[in-house]
């Protein structure tokens, strides 16, 4: 008897919660789809509040491709020189105007293993290359012939003393010296002289793997991005010494460690010099942009103004429009993703090319060109009897140089001046 009554209990308990728990549930199910539409309203309503996307196309002044996925990308001159790669090709374009007679591009195709990457020297007019799977430096020139310039390989090769391959290559301006500095398991920073091909000095960068190099526009010192908070600066002391063997004088270096330039908090991303190399920017973690001044020595910058973006970005480029009475007038752009953003100096917002790319962005360089269409060096001229020194026209155009991994050089004419 007892048992059916405690069975008659659990049977009546059971249906109580079962009765009881399903308004529950249906009430529940009713919440999240009110929750839903109310989020689609708001959505809604924030996107009607959003600008119309602009046409940036009327920005864009020309398009230039030569490589179909792009490795490294550098600009010279003040922007005068490209100089690109993709694993197997490496590329040159001399821009001085704005037109197609002057905006070609010379390409090379490196029957060797793959590129790890490359430099130009302005004084020598001279392209090295490293390549994968090897320790050697290569040298690329140009030669004219029938009215046309073609990138040649020369017969100069430095074996290098690294333990494996090269992945980052410097030559300096006035091709005199090469820094260069390995993978993962050889972080060491070795420096060469171009002319005798031999080792000048080791530079220790104890554990640290995550290296970039720079040259400042001076052609003085090597700046080195370890990612971390600082900047290390190696400076070149160059002076000539005669040689008895030789009976000529040979340039020397004396590399001298700096102080590093501090003032990141958070971790470096990105940086660049600007235009007149009196300042230059640095961007990092925690969506910081930093301007630096030059105070002759770049080991003595000092952090002149700052601001914060709405991103993280390793791509940004800085210009210099006018320096007066302590305050700075120009323009930063920054990359995110496939975005570009233009701010002043200040940190107020521009413009924006919202997709300017299909793909990641990996440069941007502000540069001015001279848009006088009379100036006598250009393509159609043997290469290496060209001043690439000319002064930039003061009625130049400040136009933006952007570069994407799929190997598209996009040049914006952002009316900024």
């Known amino acids: ?29 009713n919440t999240e789809k009110i929750s839903e539409s109310i989020k689609k309203v708001e959505q809604e309503i924030e996107m009607s509040k959003k600008e119309p996307e602009e046409d940036i196309s009327k920005y864009l002044i020309k398009t230039l491709r030569d490589v179909k996925e792009l490795n490294r990308i550098y600009i010279y001159n003040n922007g005068h020189i490209i100089i690109f790669c993709d694993n197997k090709k490496i590329g040159f374009c001399y821009l001085k105007h704005l037109n197609e007679k002057n905006t070609k591009i010379l390409s090379k195709s490196i029957e060797l293993d793959t590129i790890t990457d490359i430099s130009f020297s302005e004084d020598k007019k001279i392209i090295v290359v490293s390549t994968k799977n090897t320790k050697n ?125 501090s003032g990141a908090k958070n971790t470096i991303l990105g940086y660049d010099f600007s235009n007149n190399n009196r300042f230059f920017i640095l961007s990092s973690e925690g969506k910081n942009i930093k301007i630096y001044q030059n105070y002759g020595e770049i080991s003595e910058s000092k952090v002149f103004n700052k601001f914060d973006i709405d991103f993280n970005t390793k791509v940004i480029s800085l210009y210099i429009d006018s320096f007066f009475d302590g305050k700075i007038e120009g323009f930063v752009a920054a990359s995110n993703d496939n975005d570009i953003y233009v701010y002043d100096t200040n940190g107020k917002l521009i413009k924006k090319l919202i997709n300017a790319f299909d793909i990641e962005i990996v440069l941007l360089k502000f540069v001015k060109v001279d848009l006088n269409t009379n100036d006598e060096n250009n393509l159609n001229d043997d290469i290496r009897n060209i001043n690439f020194y000319d002064k930039n026209d003061e009625n130049g155009k400040i136009v933006l140089i952007s570069a994407g991994k799929d190997g598209k050089v996009k040049i914006w004419d952002l009316n900024l001046n």
């Open 1 to 29: 008897m007892i048992e059916f009554i405690i069975a008659g209990i659990v049977i009546i308990i059971s249906i109580y919660f079962f009765l009881s728990s399903k308004p529950k549930k249906e009430e529940k199910k």
């Open 137 to 261: 430096i290569l040298y690329y020139g140009f030669n004219f012939e029938n009215g046309k310039n073609k990138i040649i390989k020369l017969n100069d090769l430095i074996s290098t003393e690294r333990k494996f391959e090269i992945n980052n290559i410097l030559i300096s301006k006035d091709g005199n010296f090469i820094s260069t500095s390995g993978n993962a398991e050889d972080t060491e920073i070795q420096i060469y002289n171009s002319n005798s091909k031999e080792l000048v000095q080791k530079i220790s960068t104890g554990s640290i793997r995550n290296i970039d190099m720079k040259i400042t526009p001076d052609n003085n010192d090597i700046l080195i991005s370890t990612f971390m908070n600082e900047i290390s600066v190696i400076h070149f002391e160059k002076n000539e010494k005669f040689n008895n063997t030789t009976l000529k004088y040979e340039k020397v270096v004396k590399i001298e460690r700096k102080k590093s330039i």
